[in-house]
C-alpha cells in the first residue's frame, strides 16, 4: 500500500499544451499505416460533463446541461463499396444531401442495412497481408448533419467526443479537416473550438470499413462498422480540468482510506489564471462525509499550458465497495477562479476499494476474491454492437441473479455504461484492451505496431481508471506474446498504478510479463497442477484466472463442479470466466425460394444477395460476402445410389479462392471452381480397400478467356459408369467411375461448401456468380431433361418467386452457438449450473442422523445475518418438515448447525434441503431470491413396484408374425418379426405409435460436431466427410441408424404373468452374426430381452446389453425411444428439475415433483441438437390431458426426456426453422446418457458413458 497519512497538495509538473493545427493532413494511406492511428485528438482521459453550478453538477442531468449536446439521432447518410466511391468533397457545407438516406447514430451500418455483416473467430473478412487493405471492396459510411452552438460557447472550449466508431475515421467541420482516428471501441475526441461557428455549423465523419487497425480488431464476434457509440458535444471554459484520477487507498486495517483525487487543470487563454481546485463527498443523504471541501490553494496555471494537482485527504471509516455490497458516494469536484467563482463543476459516484496482489494474491480490501466470471460481448440481436442502455442493466441483473460477480469485458473496452452500471450493481470488471491479432500473432512482435497497441491502452485505462468494479486490466486477447504485449502491459500500469496485477488472455498459460497465469481451456486435472506450481518455473507463484476455462456452446457446460473444487481449496486460483455469455444471434427473417420439384426442398437465402436479371427472369447474384442458399439436409439430397445429375445457369465472377456453385459438403458432390481456371464436377465414394475413406472422383477442364462475365449453362451428369462435364452443352470432361455415392453430414448449398466453409475461418471471399434454373436429379438424366423437366428432380429453383418468413437468429458463416442466455436475454437451462456451482455458501454433511450440517460462508465481506435461513424436509419430493435458519456467521466462516428435524427414518426418500434468500429487495432481485441451496439424500428411495400386480386373467393369440396378449381391461401386440410393441391399447386407448426401440444416438449437440478440441477423439474409425467430431465415430460405425435383427423368441404363461424373450442384434449390417467372423471393425449390440406382462396391465422389461466390435469412445446414449400419440404431450417426475439437466450439469437442479408439457420440455437451442433431458428420475408419468397415459419407473434413476420432433430431424436441421413437429410425441428413456461438456474439452472422462455391458429394468404401467 503506498499510504499518503496527512492531508497534502502536490503539483506534480507542468505539461505545455500544444496549439491545434487547422490543416491536419488528411492521407489516402492514412489507413494502412501502423504508425498512423490518430491526428489532431485530444489526449486521453477520464471523460466528465461540465456543470456550470455547484447545485447542477450534483443533479448530474446531462439533458438539462446547456454545456453539453448528446449529438445521437437521424444523420444524412452514403455508403459506398470502396473509398474510390466517397461522394466528392461532400464535407463540404454546400455540398447537397437530399438524396442521401437517413440513419439512425449510434448503429452498426450492416444492422441499418447496408452492407454485410459477417462472423469470424480467427480469420479476418479479407485476404491477410498486413497492414495493406484490399481496394476491390473496403465500405464506406459518409455521414452528415447540422449542429447548432449557442452564444453562450462563445470563447469555450469545445469538445466532440465519439465513444466508438469502427474502424477508420476522418472528422470535419464546416467543410474543414478536424481529425483522424482508427480504433473499434475506444473513444476518440476532437477539439473543435477552432472550426466552429456560433449557429449552425456542418460535422461530416467518413467511416471507413476496414484499416490496418482491423488486423487488431480480430475478435470472435460479429464483425460489424459504423458510429455505433454515443457521439457527444461539450463546452469547457478555457481554462478547464483537462482530466481527473480518484484512487482510494485504505489503512492496513482497511478501515480508514486515503482519497487522493489529481486533476490535470488546462489553461487555453492567452494568460497566465491563477484557480482553485475542491473537491467533496457526499453520502446517499447527500451529507458531506469530509466535514470540509478538500481544497489545492492557489494554483497558478501559465497560459498555454496545464498543470497537475493532487490532494489527498483522510476519510474516516467510509462504506467500502465490493461486489457484493456496491456503496458507493458522489463525489463533486470544482475548478474556481481565484475570486471563488465556479469555473466548471461535475459530480460522479466513487466508492472505496483497494485491490493490492500481494504475495501474488489478488486481494480487494484486503480479502483474497474467488471469481465466478463470465466473457460478456457488446451483442444485440436487433441492434449489433449499440447495445441499449437498459439491455446492459439487463444482462448485468442477469449475472447477479446467478451469483456471476465478475465480467471479462471480451475482447474490447465495453460502452461506459457498462461500467457505470457494473458500480451500481456490484460486478467486478476485467477490462480489456482491444488489440485481438488471432491469425496475425506476429504482429505483437512487429515495432512498426507498438504504438498501436500502446494507443488502444492509453484510451482504456484512461477512461475507465475511475471505476471501482474495474480490478484487472487485460493486456487482451490472442494477440501474439511479444514484446507489444509487454508495451501494452508497462503503458497501463505507468497509467493507473491502483490496479498492480495484469493479465493477458493468451493461448499460452503463462508469459513472463503478466501478473496473473491462465490457463485456459484446461482440464480440472491441468488446472490443479497449475495452481500447484507443477507447471509453471521453479519459483513462480504468481495467481491463476481462467479467463476462457468452459466454452458454453449450444447445449453445453459440463464438469463446472469439478473446477469449482479445486478454486475454492487453491489459495492461488482465483477463479475464471466461462465463455461466453449471450448468444450472438442476429434476428433475420426467413428467405425462401420455393422448390418446383415434388420434393419442397425450398431453399433458404442466407446473407444478403441480391435479385438481378438472369438468364430466364430473374437471377441471384451472390456478392461473395458470406451469401449462400442453404437446404435442409432432407433424405432426397443425400443422393447415395449411382446415378446423379446437376445442372445450372450461371454468369461467374472471377475470384482467387475456390468458387463453389453447388456442393454438398467437400466429401459428397457438387460443381465448382477449384481454382480460378479450372471447373470440376465431383462425386465422392467410399474406397473398394478402405471404408473407411472417401476417394474423390472428379472431371475438370481448363476455361477459356470469355468464361468469366458471360452466361453458361453447366452440367454434371454421374450415370453409374462416368462422370460427364458439360460447358454450354458440350462434354468438355469425362472420367470413367463404377460405384456409388458416399453421403455426408453437411447441407446441399449454392455458393457456399459447408463442411470448410465453417466456424468462421473463411478468409476473404466466398462464392461470387449470378444463378439461374438449378436442377438436381438422384438419377442420371439427358441434358435436354436436365434443362426443361422438373418433375421427377429432388431440386428445381428458377428463382423468379421469394418469400419472406417468421424470424430466426442467424450465427453468420458457422459462427459458434455460445452463451448462457439466448439473444433475446431468456436465459438458457446451463446458467443454473453456474449458480449453483459458484454459489457463496458451501454446504457439507457431517452427521445426517443428527441433522449437523456444516456451513461455510464463502462470501468475501457479508455476514449470512444479512439474508433468511431456512431448511425443508421432503419424503419422496413432498414436504413434510420446514423451518427457518438464522444464522450469524461472518464472511470466510464455517460453523457445524444442527437442523432440527424431527423425522429420523420412513418408508420413502428424505431429502434434506438447506437454502439462503434474499432478505429484501435489491436492484437486480426481489425479496426471498434464493441465493445459494443444498439438497442432501438422508434416506434412499426403496425400488418400486415390489409387490405383484393383479387383475383380470390373461390370455394369448400367436400368428407368424404377431403375439397378442390381452384380457378385458387392455390388448398388447408384440410384432416377433421386430422384436417390439405393435400396440398398447389400454382401456380403449391406444398408448403407442412405435417403438421401443434401443438407441445410442442422439441428436448430436454442438460440441459434438465443432472441430475445436475434434482432435482428442482422433482415430483411424473417422470417414471424412461424416462430421467433424464425435459424431464422426458414430456415422463411421453405422450407430446412428442401427437396423434390429430378431435373432430368437420365445413366449411363456402361468397364473399371473406373460413372458415374452428375446433376443435382437442391432448394429448397421444385416446379420452381424456373420458380419463379425470377417471383420471386428462391425460395432453391434447383443439384447436379450424378456418382457413380463402382468394382469394389470403393467409392463416389466429386463434387458441384458452386450456389446461386440468396435466401439465408439464415447457412447451418447443407452436406452430406449417411445413414439407415443401425439396427444400424450403431458409429464411429471420425481427427479431433477425443473429445468434440463445432464449427468455434469445437473447438481444446479433440485430434486422434486415437477410437471410439464412437451412444448414446455423444448430448448430452442440455436443449432438444434439433443434437449430436455432429465437426470436422476425416480419415476415419470406421460399423459394426455384427460388423465390417461405410462406409469414408467426402472431399478435405478433414470434419464428421460420428452420431444415434439423426432430425432432424425433434430440431427439434420442446422436452424432452428428446419424443425417440424412429428405426427407423435417422443419419449426418450435412458439408462446412460453421456455429459455435456464444453467446446474446447468436451465431456470429462467420467461423464463418457462407454459401451459396456450391462443390465436394465424399467418397469411401465398404463393408466
Known sequence: MHKITSFSIIFLFVIPTLAISQDIDFNPNDWQDPGIFEKGQTAPHAFHIPFDTETEALTNDPSQNGNYQLLNGQWDFKWVETPNEVPNRFWEPAFNTEEWDKIQVPSNWQMEGYGHPKFRNI?????????????????????????????????????????????????????????????????????????????????????????????????????????????????????????????????????????????????????????????????????????????????????????????????????????????????????????????????????????????????????????????????????????????????????????????????????????????????????????????????????????????RTRKLVYRDRNHPSVIMWSAGNESGSGENIK???????????????????????????????????????????????????????????????????????????????????????????????????????????????????????????????????????????????EFYRDPSLDITGNALSIGFWIKPSKIPQPNIFLGKGKEQYGIQMQDPETLEFYINSKSADNYLINDRISAKVKVGPNFYGNWHHIAGIYDGQRLKLYLDDTVVATTEFTGNISTTAFPLCLGREAEKQDQGELSGRMSSMVLDDVRVFDHAVTLTDLKSKVDDAVLALDFD??????????????????????????????????????????????????????????????????????????????????????????????????????????????????????????????????????????????????????????????????????????????????????????QGTEYLEGGPEFKIWRAPLANDVDPWGAYKYNSNKMTTGYGRSIDNQLRTLGLRDMRNLVDTVRVSKNAQEVKIKTKVWSSSSLDPRIMMLVSNDLSAFERDETWTIYPDGTLELNQEITPHGTMPEILPKEGLQFQLPKEFNQVSWYGKGPFETYPDRKTGAKFGIYSSNVDDMYEPYLLPQDYGNRTDVRWLKVSNKQGKGLWISGDTPLNFSLHKYDTDNLSRAVYTYQLKEAPFTILNIDRKVSGVGGTAIRQLQNYREKAISGHYQLKIKPF
Open 801 to 986: 418467386t421469394d418469400s419472406k418468413g417468421e424470424d430466426f437468429y442467424a450465427v453468420g458463416l458457422g459462427g459458434r452457438t455460445y452463451g448462457v442466455i439466448w439473444p433475446d436475454r431468456t436465459i438458457q437451462p446451463e446458467i443454473h449450473q453456474i449458480k449453483k456451482s459458484g454459489q457463496p455458501i458451501g454446504f457439507e454433511m457431517v452427521d445426517s442422523k443428527e441433522g449437523l450440517v456444516k456451513i461455510t460462508n464463502y462470501h468475501h465481506f457479508k455476514n449470512l445475518n444479512q439474508l433468511n435461513g431456512y431448511w425443508s424436509l421432503q419424503e419422496d419430493g413432498r414436504e413434510i418438515e420446514n423451518g427457518i435458519l438464522p444464522l450469524d456467521l461472518p464472511a470466510q466462516q464455517s460453523m457445524e448447525v444442527n437442523i432440527p428435524y424431527k423425522t429420523k427414518s420412513s418408508q420413502g426418500e428424505r431429502i434434506l434441503t438447506i437454502g439462503f434468500s434474499l432478505k429484501e429487495k435489491v436492484d437486480w432481485a426481489s425479496e426471498n431470491y434464493e441465493v445459494a441451496w443444498e439438497q442432501f439424500i438422508l434416506e434412499k428411495a426403496s425400488a418400486p413396484f415390489t409387490e405383484i400386480p393383479f387383475g383380470n386373467s390373461l390370455q394369448i393369440k400367436e400368428t407368424a408374425s404377431d403375439l397378442t396378449i390381452f384380457n378385458k381391461d387392455f390388448t398388447y401386440v408384440y410384432n416377433k418379426e421386430a422384436g417390439k410393441w405393435k400396440s398398447i391399447l389400454y
Open 123 to 455: 480469420s479476418l473478412t479479407f485476404e491477410s497481408n498486413p497492414p495493406n487493405i484490399p481496394d476491390y471492396y473496403n465500405p464506406v459510411g459518409c455521414y452528415r448533419r447540422s449542429i447548432t452552438i449557442p452564444e453562450s460557447w462563445e470563447g469555450k472550449s469545445v469538445k466532440l467526443r465519439f465513444e466508438g466508431v469502427k474502424s477508420a475515421t476522418y472528422v470535419w467541420l464546416n467543410g474543414k479537416r478536424v481529425g483522424y482516428n482508427q480504433g473499434g471501441f475506444e473513444p476518440a475526441e476532437f477539439d473543435i473550438s477552432p472550426f466552429l461557428e456560433i449557429g449552425e455549423n456542418t460535422l461530416a465523419v467518413q467511416v471507413i470499413r476496414f484499416s490496418d487497425g482491423s488486423y487488431l480488431e480480430n475478435q470472435d464476434m460479429w464483425r460489424l462498422s459504423g458510429i455505433f457509440r454515443d457521439v457527444k458535444l461539450y463546452a469547457q471554459p478555457k481554462t478547464m480540468i483537462k482530466d481527473h484520477y480518484i484512487v482510494t487507498d485504505l489503512d492496513d486495517t482497511y478501515k480508514n482510506a486515503t482519497l487522493s483525487v489529481s486533476a490535470v487543470i488546462g489553461n487555453e487563454e492567452n494568460r497566465n489564471r491563477k484557480m482553485l481546485f475542491d473537491f467533496d463527498v457526499f453520502d446517499d443523504n447527500n451529507n458531506s462525509i469530509l466535514g470540509r471541501k478538500a481544497e489545492s490553494g492557489l494554483l497558478n496555471v501559465h497560459s498555454h499550458s496545464s498543470e497537475k494537482v493532487n490532494i489527498a485527504i483522510q476519510v474516516r471509516n467510509p462504506k467500502k465497495w465490493s461486489a457484493e455490497m456496491p456503496n458507493r458516494y458522489t463525489i463533486l469536484i470544482r475548478l474556481k477562479d481565484e475570486a471563488g467563482t465556479i469555473l466548471e463543476a461535475f459530480s460522479q459516484k466513487i466508492g472505496f476499494r483497494e485491490v493490492e496482489y500481494d504475495n501474488k494474491i489478488l486481494t480487494v480490501n484486503g480479502v483474497p476474491i474467488k471469481l465466478n466470471g463470465i466473457n460478456s460481448h457488446m451483442h444485440h440481436p436487433e441492434k449489433g454492437q449499440a447495445v441499449p442502455l437498459a439491455t446492459l442493466r439487463k444482462d448485468l441483473e442477469i449475472m447477479k441473479q446467478f451469483n456471476m460477480n465478475c465480467v471479462r469485458t471480451c475482447h474490447y473496452p465495453p460502452t461506459p455504461e457498462y461500467l457505470d452500471l457494473a458500480d451500481e450493481l456490484g460486478i467486478y470488471v476485467v477490462d480489456e484492451v482491444g488489440d485481438e491479432a488471432h491469425s496475425n500473432l506476429q504482429l505483437s512482435e512487429d515495432p512498426k505496431w507498438t504504438e498501436m497497441y500502446k494507443d
Open 487 to 629: 508495451a501494452v502491459i508497462e503503458t497501463g500500469k505507468e497509467i493507473d498504478p491502483s490496479r498492480p496485477a495484469w493479465m493477458y488472455g493468451g493461448n499460452t498459460f503463462y508469459i513472463p510479463f503478466e501478473d496473473i497465469v491462465g490457463p485456459r481451456y484446461y482440464i480440472p486435472l491441468g488446472l490443479r497442477h497449475i495452481v500447484k506450481g507443477d507447471m509453471l518455473p521453479k519459483g513462480d507463484i504468481r495467481s491463476s484466472f481462467m479467463d476462457e476455462y468452459l466454452a458454453a456452446t449450444g447445449n453445453s457446460l459440463g464438469g463446472l463442479d469439478e473446477y469449482w473444487e479445486i478454486i475454492r481449496r487453491s489459495p492461488r486460483s482465483m477463479g475464471g470466466a466461462i465463455w461466453d455469455f449471450v448468444s450472438p444471434g442476429i434476428k433475420t427473417p426467413r428467405w425462401t425460394l420455393p422448390d418446383k420439384s415434388p420434393k419442397k426442398n425450398d431453399g433458404q437465402i442466407m446473407g444478403r444477395p441480391t435479385f438481378v436479371e438472369g438468364k430466364h427472369g430473374r437471377g441471384l447474384q451472390f456478392t461473395g460476402h458470406d451469401d449462400w442458399v
